[in-house]
């Protein structure tokens, strides 16, 4: 996953290549519902024609020692 600061400028970027002439979708789904909101908001301000929401996933992470 990519840092906010990355994802906002690779974002911005995408915005500006497509520049209207075909639909954009961004996705916004993260580990979690406040982190997914966050990413959602972040969105809402720029020229994105579709946003693409899951429920939020979760990391399995293995508790044995190698």
Known sequence: MLPQR???QVLDV???QV???L?????VEDTGTRRTLN?????????VDYVVVT???Y?????QDP
């Open 6 to 8: 990355v994802a906002t």
């Open 14 to 16: 995408a915005v500006e």
């Open 19 to 21: 520049a209207g002439r």
């Open 23 to 27: 639909p954009l979708l961004v996705g």
């Open 39 to 47: 990413n959602l908001m972040n969105v809402a301000h720029r020229s």
């Open 55 to 57: 429920a939020p996933f």
């Open 59 to 63: 990391q399995a992470y293995d508790t």
